[in-house]
């Protein structure tokens, strides 16, 4: 009976569980460790952040459907692998530290014979001064986080409603941040709340983003074909800002947030600063920090691991300019070219560079968008690794068939602008591949017909029922698995 | 920077057409069927 460890319990480290769950049954032993005790619809945690959700409609408990489906569950954070085995033993090992009540702080040494790293990110607030909803801003990163954001945009509402004028910020709270389609969706969400309440003319909604320019979304921008033209992305979103007089900052790196004003440098080197009266700043992230040694106990982190502390994988890691960036520089089975039963997915895997074109300002800065690795192609990382390690365990082969490239991806996103049936609305794009690629479509580095942008009431029922459908999923009911990732 | 500024002030509005359309809700019944029948189709293709 093998063991295969998943750390992470999130969208991408979930979807693994449940899927090596249902091929391997009980043949072979699941464990999940998280440091959460609850999986999160991190989508919609846009709509929590503006009080249109609660917590409890974003968030449910893992512990029982875990216990349903005999998916043993460790509410722990790892710290440490031992991917050779130690002087004991030869077998692969993760320390984890527990953080449920009962066994807060206790450690223990769990041997596997694969291991996922679907940790997902640290939330990198202390990188900004000032960063983070411990200090001057907010953030919708988790469901507790956009709870208290909406306490405070709700403060703001009510201030506004008393005759005053407020400026509201939302963005990017570093230069290298990612998710910037979540603070795309945040921003107008915020614009379509303020208007509503009727208050709208009394506020200030500016985007302060490290994008070069707007409809970037971390993915080098996309082009439609719409009416008989290509049109770009960043047309397309300039005149949603327009439509909706949202300002914008671009090509910005926050250096410092004070309690009343963010202070940031521009691409050409300047340095400028805006007052605000409510922030909600996405950190940057990195890898949440584990360490790797090998059988004699040296330190190898630097090996397993990027700098950045994401899981080196099957990627094209050697250092080119953008001119020269492939779609095949990018991971197709996510497996460590170390040791090939450890696997990192989701937002763990370290990607091989950006896809937007990597920009610094004129002191050095970098100031650019690390590529989002989004709810979609994060669930299909998890299930094509769940397939391949069970099929290695049928067959005993040493590699599975399936791949997972975002060279070969497609990807829906929808950016909410307002929830609410009637009145709502979202951008609802779809792309493929999500890395673009020069060479199979060379005008555009995608395939046309499959992107997409549009804008409409029916963008939100779309984004209301993957909120629905991905919980149901996650949730493990009745023909989960019919619901594709 | 404040071309970005410049550039969304110069960006194209949507026609009333194209207003109404948005929120027509027969109309937007069809897209949202098409819509997800095209993520459908990527997903499946994205899947092979």
Redesign the interface.
Same mark, same amino acid.
């Given at each position: 009976m093998a063991r295969i460890v998943i750390l992470g319990a999130g969208i991408s480290g979930h979807t693994a569980a449940l899927h090596l769950k249902r091929q391997l049954k009980n043949e072979h032993e699941v464990v999940v460790v998280s440091p959460n005790a609850d999986w999160n619809w991190i989508p919609s945690n846009i709509w929590v952040g503006v009080g249109k959700m609660t917590t409890s409609q974003v968030t449910f408990a893992l512990a029982p459907i875990y216990r349903r489906k005999r998916i043993d569950f460790r509410q722990a954070k790892a710290v440490t692998i031992w991917p050779e085995g130690d002087e004991t033993n030869p077998m692969g090992a993760v320390e984890i530290v527990y953080t449920d009540a009962k066994r807060q702080g206790q450690t223990e040494l769990l041997r596997y014979d694969f291991l996922i790293n679907a940790t997902g990110p640290k939330l990198n607030f202390e990188a900004t001064p000032g960063l983070g909803p411990d200090h001057n801003s907010w953030s919708v990163c988790t469901a507790e986080h956009a709870a208290k954001t909406s306490e405070a945009f709700a403060e703001i509402v009510a201030a506004l409603r008393r005759g005053e004028k407020k400026t509201l910020v939302v963005g990017m709270g570093h230069g290298s941040c990612t998710c910037e389609g979540a603070a795309f969706e945040y921003a107008f969400n915020v614009e379509h709340e303020l208007r509503q309440a009727g208050v709208r003319d009394k506020a200030e909604v500016v985007d302060l983003s490290n994008e070069y320019e707007l409809g970037d979304f971390g993915v080098d921008g996309m082009k439609f074909s719409q009416n008989g033209y290509l049109t770009n992305s960043k047309i397309w979103t300039e005149s949603l800002f327009r439509e909706r007089n949202v300002k914008a900052i671009l090509g910005a790196h926050v250096e410092r947030v004070d309690p009343d004003t963010v202070h940031y440098e521009q691409l050409d080197g300047s340095k400028g600063s805006i007052n605000y009266d409510f922030a909600m700043l996405l950190p940057p992230f990195r890898g949440v920090g584990l360490k790797a040694f090998d059988r004699s106990g040296q330190d190898i982190t630097e090996e397993v691991f990027a700098p950045n502390g994401f899981l080196r994988v099957d990627a094209d890691y050697s250092a080119k300019p953008y001119e020269d960036w492939s779609a095949a520089d990018w991971p197709k089975t996510y497996q460590s070219p170390l040791y090939d039963n450890l696997f990192g997915i989701g937002i763990a895997f370290a990607p091989p560079h950006p896809i937007s074109r990597p920009r610094t300002s004129v002191n050095g800065t970098v100031i650019s968008p690390a590529p989002p690795r989004t709810g979609m192609p994060s669930g299909v990382m998890g299930r094509v690794v769940a397939e391949n390690i069970a099929h290695r365990l049928r067959t005993s082969s040493t590699t599975g068939p399936k791949t997972a490239s975002m060279a070969t991806m497609g990807a829906a996103c929808i950016a909410s602008a307002g929830a609410n049936l009637r009145t709502g609305s979202a951008a609802a794009m779809t792309m493929f591949p999500i890395v673009p690629d020069y060479q199979k479509y060379p005008l555009t580095g995608r395939d046309t017909k499959s992107t997409t942008g549009e804008i409409g009431r029916s963008g939100h029922w779309t984004k209301l029922l993957l909120h629905y459908l991905f919980i149901y999923k996650a949730r493990a009911l009745p023909g989960w698995y019919l619901i594709p990732e | 920077?404040d071309n970005?500024?410049q550039?969304?002030?110069n960006? %194209?509005? %949507?026609t009333r057409r194209t207003l109404k359309?948005?929120?027509s809700?027969a109309y937007?019944?069809l897209?949202?069927a098409l819509?997800?029948v095209?993520?459908?189709?990527?997903?499946?293709?994205?899947?092979e």
């Open positions: - | 920077m970005v500024n550039d969304i002030a960006a %194209p509005l %949507p359309t948005r929120q809700l937007q019944l897209r949202f819509f997800n095209r993520m459908l189709r990527m997903v499946g293709k994205g899947h």
